[in-house]
């Protein structure tokens, strides 16, 4: 039986980056000293306003195919996560299968999952290999959130950054990616939403949990997200540890969802992990959303921190609510 590989990735970043010290001269009253010390993050890169979700994924994938020679015509599935499609329709994908010129016997979908989504595209694509209905997937993550916030909220714009990451997930005969768990509580969605823009009725629309302090689409309740995430989170990496016969100390890295320093290093203590072993790859780039995990993991791919001994967990959070994690081992071959 076929399993799903984690091939190689490649990374789009938009060209435009602000930095905290622009920031800081725009806006001489905000503390950026002290948001860069909860955050961990100094600049990120915001998408052109004529640039969409799909400009960034097809030039991650264009530089996945130039960089590693992959034949376009390879590709027989295309899966696209974004909460940011150029359109509420056609299909984002298709869009993108198209421009990519991939066979049209290529399938294409998107799903809306943000900052889980990675590790849920990992599932589907080891579901679509395993099934024997493909065999060379392409993963797009692209996130434009930058298009959702106000130049003057102070609260988030401090924090996401656009981005695009294109992972080539492959047929493999051994098992590499395994022990999927999921979860999802929509009684949490009203703590990081974009109340306008789909068809419920806006005196329908879910409410933010609190009052809406800036003019972004994008309300963002953190306390809640935080509280959310330090309970969910540990019980998700012990619930895979039992599911699987495995114990914290056989796992070398946890892959997490790159949030927040803060949050980062409350799971940690929370869980008693060295914070060694939960890398945090932010401070240049941002809360990238979707595209979080494969940035993190092609840079410790880049610095050699990963190899196919070692047992690492993806842990994935956030939006929806939404959560998801699974065991990897990195059994790519480099160059």
């Known amino acids: 039986m076929p399993y799903a590989q984690l091939g190689p990735i490649a990374v789009h970043l938009p060209s435009r980056v602000e930095t905290n010290d622009e920031l800081q001269t725009q806006f001489p009253n905000w503390d950026l000293r002290l948001i860069e010390e909860k955050t961990g993050i100094y600049q990120r890169h915001v998408a052109a306003p004529d640039e969409t979700s799909s400009d960034l ?5 264009r530089k996945l195919f130039e960089s590693e020679s992959i034949d376009p015509g390879s590709i027989d599935f295309v899966l696209l996560c974004t909460q940011t499609p150029d359109y509420p329709l056609p299909t984002t994908s298709c869009l993108i299968q198209d421009r990519l010129g991939l066979p049209t016997r290529c399938g ?3 799903f809306n999952l943000g900052c889980s989504g990675f590790v849920y595209g990992l599932a589907i694509a080891d579901g679509l290999i395993q099934s024997g209905v493909a065999k060379n997937i392409l993963l797009l993550t692209a996130e434009t959130y930058s298009k959702y916030i106000d130049a003057d909220d102070r609260s988030i714009r401090t924090i996401f950054g656009d981005a695009a990451a294109a992972s080539l997930v492959r047929a493999a005969p051994e098992k590499s990616l395994w022990g999927f768990q999921f979860g999802s509580d929509g009684s949490g969605g009203d703590m990081l939403l974009v109340g306008d823009g789909g068809t419920r009725p806006s005196e329908d629309a879910i409410k933010p949990r609190h009052r809406k302090r800036w003019k972004s689409r994008l309300y963002m309740d953190g306390p809640s997200l935080i509280n959310f995430t330090v309970e969910a989170v540990p019980r998700l990496v012990g619930e895979i540890l039992e599911a ?6 056989n796992i070398d890295r946890y892959l997490m969802h790159q949030a927040t320093w803060k949050m980062l290093d409350q799971l940690a203590s ?5 914070p060694e072993r939960i890398p945090i790859e932010l401070r240049d780039v941002g809360n990238t959303v979707s595209c979080t995990i494969p940035i993190l993991i092609d840079r410790l791919r880049r610095r050699g921190e990963l190899n196919a001994e070692s047992v690492n967990m993806l842990v994935s959070f956030g939006v929806g609510l939404s959560w998801a994690g699974c065991l990897w081992r990195d059994t790519l071959e480099t160059k």
Do not use: K
């Not at 929370?270 to 060295?274: D, L, Q, S, T, V």
């Open 270 to 274: 929370r869980m008693g992990i060295a």
């Open 108 to 110: 294409a979908f998107d």
């Open 244 to 249: 699987n016969g495995l114990e914290d100390s």
């Open 57 to 61: 994924a097809v030039a991650a994938a």
